[in-house]
């Protein structure tokens, strides 16, 4: 009778990890309560083209397989082709990938910048819930067979352990951007830190602004590194800066213009043209 008491406890405990078993995704789930953040970046890669995909090329960063096209840099503000000139391109993971994603920020003195995101998810190890319950069940076969005097059967809480849990929940992530290189492939990743040359100034024509109170009027605005510098005869004068949307030709521009007459208006545009 004691057997088939302590038998019934072993499955009842038996039932208790299987359904933790079915329901180890919602656990994986709730893991995020307790994810950290690791923020680590590789050693600098060089680009290998992509098999039969002119103009495509992959690398292993932030430990996922990334895929990289369209690249190209800014001839203007680097009119000679040295090392860590910054790139433009388009970043993606192929195919379907649960434990990496990658996301861009584009960003015109800097090139094309992501961060590649790994989450590691903690698990249940199940094996050692089962070698722990047939150590159990030995020792509950041979108290039987042995029915000392003045002795317990074996105690379960001595034999199985309140957590079965391998690993730690975590998410890394790895910055990186994309530059040029002088030997092999002519392109790399580097890391998110990496110093870019310093760009020459170059002079940027950022397209018209239509006056709001006369739509015939429309001033031509000119930028360096950023910050406008000049509008045409127009008006007075021009302050403001520009900033490159995700098409490095297309720019953002908040200005304020004064008018001939000393009357002033601003105005946020994001379809001002970069024809330098």
Known sequence: MKKQLLWGAALL??????CKKSDFGSN???ASKTIKTDVTSPNYVEL?????????YFATYGQAQLVISGLYYDTRQYPTFKEGIPAFGSVSIPGPDNIHSVATEEGYSTGKSFVVTTTYQSVTNYQAIHNDLVRYYK???????DMPADTFPPIMRDYIKSSYTIGDSRVITTSG???TITTGSKWAIATGDYKIPKPISVEHILGGIVDPLNPNITYTLRGV???I???DSYAQSATGTYFPT???TINTVTVTIKRTNGTTFQVTQQNTIDVT
């Open 139 to 145: 020792a509950v076969d041979q108290w039987v067979a």
């Open 225 to 227: 590194n950023g910050q």
């Open 28 to 30: 994986q789930a709730n």
């Open 229 to 231: 510098t000049k509008v």
């Open 246 to 248: 995700s098409d490095p």
């Open 48 to 56: 290998q083209p992509y098999p039969n995909v002119p103009g495509t």
């Open 177 to 179: 951007k994309l530059i």
């Open 13 to 18: 405990l038996s039932g208790i990890t299987a």
